[in-house]
């Protein structure tokens, strides 16, 4: 038999996979690159990729070295045929030593692979369903081993979001083709219509949508998203005129998105970067681009095509039930609009903003971000759109206030006329009466003098009067991210929640990307720490490419580290990255979720060999980098002692560890109300996790949204708490609190709240002590803190 695959190979396989898909243009090319190079780097004979129809019962061969490639497109086999569908059936890899002796052996002779011994195939997943099957063959018989299953199954993970974009570009086409060109009902169905005639109001309107990015607002409406329905065009005399127009529009914003994705890289970091490279790809698909050919040809008209196109692409995506794929559509508009602006020669956003402008829009484009004047956006409000889009992500992140989701709002608001946003509450005034905007007024002030102060403080310790020192770090997520952190002056990173990038890139980031990214971050932030913490995927952090079966109950299922184990290649390659970031000595690595002390051990285990991999590539790391503990899970926190004894520090992951010691999915707004992490059940369990980690030695600090709620600063600090990791914009209100708190009478505090039998106690012996600190008339904080300490007396 064949030796196994050397180690490095499989390491610089996926590192070369992972660069071909970032690169991908085009999806056979990517996809026979890929094969290609699997075959090569793994010693095999064969290597093909299968991809499931529209149907998702019969498999399609896509690409191959080895076998015929005239069998490519044309060999299909069903599920339950052969051993390629057995993968694909049984969602799992398929390893099989003699694979001619295989009941379900098929041979199929366009592809003349009689000559075949050993096989391994290993499904591509999506959502729980089986879009492919990706599998090597040896002519010689060969035991793949389990590296060998991982490596397979990391690449055709690397793999699927490319798939699972080219598949939902040509199912644009095919719906294109059964919906019979029904020109008239696309034509209405064109880019939204902005700036019509509106009805006049008497009053002043309120509305309301979902809260996106919190902040207050009063400014006037800049109606975004230009009315190109009813800009004059006039075509020229020939079809091909116009195709050669509308090529040179598509070059010249192909040429715009490459700028565009540097600077937003250069400036926000690699997660914006991601998202206009998906814009890329878009413009570069050849179904699109022979959808748009046809379109100009047929009328003659290159921005009648164009718009013709963007509202088939819209209502295909817009049919999807799936709301990640249906999101798809906004970015498919923002291209579409871009080429538009190329084609007539205007820029529609150009028109100058007035200070604090409040820009409506039909959804929150990230095409906006870079086209917008940013320092003269007072806010943004959608017509459409949730929270989670990558435009609300984007003004999150920049501190925009934004509102989305405000049906009605293209309608109804009138450019220039004023209006008030609260982005926290997720309120739009139109016209607001005076009263009105005075009020909004007072409270933006307040917040702004506020935020100016506190902010002011960053180069202050978080100290208690009587000298007990707590670090404030705070919990991010994205590179962009980083200038938070220096603004509101953090001691350091508390949590780097990696899934935020895996969700920013829709797809999992080469392990290169991520060093790139880790190491970025700790470089900035040293000598302060940077605490990362592997992918805590699943439970309410799904993603479509990342084929998370699904469960009945996702929280209590398989996710985070648990995922992180079933996903061997991926973690490991996580953790690489993750120890090659560490040179500057300033990064821990931290592992969610874990509930027993196996999890844990098979985690350690991983850990040291991904420590032996870079040590087989002579790449150096931080040989002493701490290794440290999310207590979330009931378990964990009951046997603190035991788990303090193998690992070199704990934080508390307030969240999870309130939803499962109460039994509240904190995702179900039905038991919203049941959801307490002020509960003197959680206090219990924190301090013996405290007491636990004070007696082995080790740091114990506390990472979940308890850590910037300011009613449970006191009694965290009180229960031997000296790390808090908040929301950055949450760190100078913490330290304020702490400024004005005396740890002396803290430890009492905190004793009555364990011994507290509800958490309306709990709440109560806080707000007296916040009372007595005399936070209430804080000159900067009281104002805020007034309502939440009147709430809990
Ligand atoms: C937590 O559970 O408290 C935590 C910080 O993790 P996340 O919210 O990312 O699950
Ligand atoms: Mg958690």
Not at 385 to 402: D, K, M, N, W, Y
Not at 550 to 563: D, K, T
Request: aromatic share 4%; with cysteine.
């Amino acid at each position: 038999m064949q030796p196994e695959t050397p180690i490095p190979d499989r390491v610089t396989l996926l590192a070369d996979v992972a660069e071909i898909v970032s690169r991908s243009h085009d999806l056979n090319e990517t996809l026979s690159n890929v094969v290609d190079l699997v075959a090569k780097r793994l010693d095999a004979d064969v290597c093909s990729l299968y991809l499931c129809g529209s149907d998702l019962s019969r498999l399609v061969l896509r690409a191959t070295v080895g076998l015929h490639r005239d069998a490519v497109h044309h060999v299909e086999l069903s599920l339950d045929e052969g051993l390629v569908g057995l993968a694909a059936e049984r969602k799992a890899p398929v390893v099989i030593d003699r694979a001619r002796e295989h009941p379900r052996y098929k041979y199929f002779p366009e592809t003349g692979e009689e000559r075949f011994e050993s096989l391994m195939a290993v499904p591509l997943m999506v959502r729980g369903r089986a879009s492919g099957v990706l599998a090597v063959q040896t002519t010689v018989p060969r035991h793949f081993d389990q590296g060998d299953v991982d490596t397979l199954v990391t690449c055709a993970q690397l793999l699927t979001p490319v798939v699972v974009n080219a598949q939902m570009l040509e199912s644009v086409s095919r719906s294109d083709r059964e919906q019979a060109e029904d020109d008239a009902s696309l034509e209405h169905a064109g880019v939204p219509i902005a700036g019509r005639r509106t009805p006049r109001r008497e009053f002043s309107l309120e509305l309301r949508g979902i809260p996106a990015a919190r902040g207050i607002a009063i400014g006037e409406v800049h109606k975004l998203g230009a009315d190109f329905a009813n800009v004059t065009y006039e075509p020229s005399e020939s079809a091909e005129q116009e195709e050669a127009d509308v090529m040179r529009a598509i070059l010249e914003a192909r040429r715009e998105l490459d700028d565009t994705r540097d600077e937003m890289g250069e400036q926000f970091g690699p997660d914006f970067a991601a998202v206009f490279h998906t814009h890329i790809q878009i413009l570069e698909d050849t179904g699109f681009l022979e959808k748009l050919k046809d379109a100009v040809r047929r009328t003659g008209n290159a921005l009648e095509a164009l718009r013709s196109v963007l509202a088939i692409y819209r209502k295909t995506f817009e049919r999807i039930e799936d709301p990640y794929f249906r999101e798809r559509a906004w970015d498919v508009e923002d291209v579409g609009r871009r080429v538009i602006e190329r084609l007539l020669g205007v820029r529609e956003d150009a028109p100058a903003l007035t200070d604090g402008a409040i820009v409506v829009v039909d959804n929150i484009l990230p095409g906006y971000f870079a086209r917008l004047d940013l320092d003269k956006v007072g806010a943004i409000i959608s017509e459409h759109g949730g929270a989670t889009s990558h435009g609300a992500i984007f003004a999150r992140t920049l501190e925009i206030p934004a509102v989305t989701g405000v049906e009605g709002i293209q309608e109804k608001a009138r450019s220039g006329e004023l209006a008030i946003i609260d982005g926290a509450e997720g309120r739009v005034y139109l016209s607001p009466d005076e009263h009105l905007v005075a009020e909004y007024q007072r409270a933006r002030e307040r917040y702004d003098v506020a935020i100016h102060h506190l902010d002011a403080m960053r180069d202050l310790p978080a100290e208690t009067r009587d000298g007990r020192r707590i670090q404030l770090t705070a919990n991010v997520g994205l590179a962009s991210d980083l200038r938070l952190i220096e603004q509101h002056g953090a001691d350091g990173i508390g949590l780097f929640r990696t899934e935020l990038l895996v969700l920013a890139h829709r797809g999992f980031p080469a392990e290169d990307e991520q060093e790139v990214l880790y190491e970025r971050v700790a470089k900035a932030l040293a000598p302060r720490p940077v605490t990362i913490r592997t992918l805590d995927l699943g439970g309410d952090k799904d993603i479509a490419d990342f084929g998370i079966a699904e469960e009945a109950n996702p929280q209590l299922g398989c996710r985070s580290i648990r995922l992180s184990l079933e996903r061997e290649g991926l973690f490991r390659a996580q953790l690489r990255a993750i120890l090659r970031a560490s040179e500057h000595g300033n990064v821990r690595l931290m592992l969610p979720m874990v509930s027993s002390i196996e999890e844990l051990h098979a985690a350690r285990k991983v850990i040291e060999q991904a420590k032996r991999e870079l040590e087989m590539s002579g790449r150096s790391y931080d040989r002493e980098i701490p290794v440290g503990l999310m207590i979330e899970v009931p378990s964990a926190a009951i046997l603190a002692d035991a788990f303090a004894r193998e690992c070199d520090f704990f934080s508390i992951g307030t969240n999870d560890l309130t939803q499962y010691t109460l039994a509240v999915d904190r995702t179900n707004e039905h038991v919203a109300h049941l959801y307490e992490p002020l509960h003197p059940a959680v206090l219990n369990l924190i301090d013996n996790t405290a007491r636990a980690a004070h007696r082995a030695g080790i740091s114990c600090s506390v990472c979940g949204e308890l850590a910037s709620n300011p009613l449970a600063v006191p009694l965290l600090v009180g229960l031997g708490i000296t790390e808090l990791s908040s929301t950055p914009s949450a760190v100078p209100v913490v330290k304020e609190i702490i400024h004005a708190l005396d740890a002396g009478d803290l430890d009492a505090d905190a004793r009555a709240a364990r011994e507290a039998s509800t958490a309306a106690e709990v709440h109560r012996i806080s707000a007296r002590r916040l009372r007595a600190a005399g936070l209430l008339d804080h000159p900067d904080i009281g104002p805020w803190l007034r309502p939440i300490i009147e709430a809990a007396e």
